[in-house]
């Protein structure tokens, strides 16, 4: 099974909504990503979780809040967000690194909107 | 610092054409470079990896990709593209000691003319 998995496909929330995004895989892999897309845009990074753990916050606003529950699964609570905040989101998931650097493996993404 | 450069933000080729996407990086430590396509409203999807080793890759879908050391650059050829490979594709970089972090080009927008 090399498949990343991601839920919902589609979101619609308003900005004062309680929403959460949520990304699983069972390929043992133990970093784990958030990035957030814009239309014609790279994937920017959010979060990265390396052994269930937060390594990387790249000074993301507090109203995206990660949890790694266990090696498996990752999610995104979002509170208070902003039309601004409309994007695809995109977990990505990748095996240990052991001094060898792997590629990371793609969910299909949450395309979110905020109204 | 480690960066990205994708020089050809928008490529239209025929079909049944060859084509090169560029990609050159900057870094003063060991890389290691993909390249990945992304479909509409859809992920990303690995076309090929270069870790080590032959500088010439073979990916998916005919995709072949270059690593030249000297010309810090990693383009990427199809010798004759299809309607299908119409997507954006992205060149990405791992660099050694950063927690697992990709940088990522700014793309570059496939469209196969038929």
């Known amino acids: 099974d090399t498949e990343v998995t991601q839920t919902p496909k589609h979101l619609v929330m308003g900005m004062t909504n309680k929403k959460s995004l949520k990304c699983e895989q069972h390929m043992g892999h133990r970093a784990m990503y958030w990035y957030k897309q814009k239309a014609k845009k790279p994937p920017e990074l959010m979060f990265v979780?390396?052994?269930?753990?937060?390594?990387i916050n790249e000074s993301v606003p507090s109203r995206f809040s990660p949890e790694c529950p266990n090696s498996s699964l990752l999610n995104l609570h979002l509170h208070a967000l902003q039309p601004e905040d409309s994007a695809l989101y995109l977990c990505a998931s990748s095996p240990p690194s052991g001094g060898i650097r792997y590629e990371q493996y793609f969910g299909p993404g949450t395309r979110l909107t905020v109204t | 610092a480690q960066s990205v450069t994708q020089l050809d933000s928008q490529v239209p080729v025929f079909e049944e054409a060859p084509v090169e996407l560029r990609c050159n990086y900057s870094?003063?430590?060991?890389?290691?470079l993909f390249w990945y396509v992304q479909y509409p409203n859809q992920g990303l999807q690995l076309l090929l990896k270069y870790l080590s080793g032959s500088t010439l890759v073979k990916g998916i879908n005919g995709f072949e990709a270059e690593f030249n050391k000297s010309q810090t650059s990693f383009h990427l050829r199809k010798p004759s593209v299809h309607i299908s490979d119409t997507a954006e594709y992205f060149c990405a970089v791992s660099v050694g000691n950063t927690g697992n972090q990709f940088y990522f080009g700014t793309g570059t927008s496939l469209t196969v003319i038929p």
């Open positions: 979780y390396s052994y269930e753990k937060l390594s």
């Open positions: 870094s003063s430590v060991s890389v290691y």
